[in-house]
């Protein structure tokens, strides 16, 4: 299946370049880089200032497929696997 911004929340998020816009941390806020891994209630990001980890609650993040798709956090905190079985699930 083709990476799309209807499909997004569906898919590996590893690879894709994102940014936090919105977070109740504020020093999350704006951090902007890769995701290199992924887990049900974190993102690591890979940025200039190193690797650094992202709640996926409370947050808002901005992906880049090429243009700029808002995903809440709450829609992405499941692990990558548990995403697609909803999937597959509604499908059904």
Sequence with gaps: MRLTPFNLIHHDLIGLN??????????????????????????TLS??????MVSKHNSRFSFYL???VMVDGSEIAFSPDERLKRLQRRRL
């Design 66 to 68: 090429p243009e700029e």
């Design 47 to 52: 940025t200039v200032q190193g690797d650094r």
């Design 18 to 43: 994102v940014r936090v816009a919105v977070s109740t941390d504020p020093t999350q806020r704006g951090i902007a880089g890769k995701v290199i891994d992924e887990t049900a209630n974190m993102l």
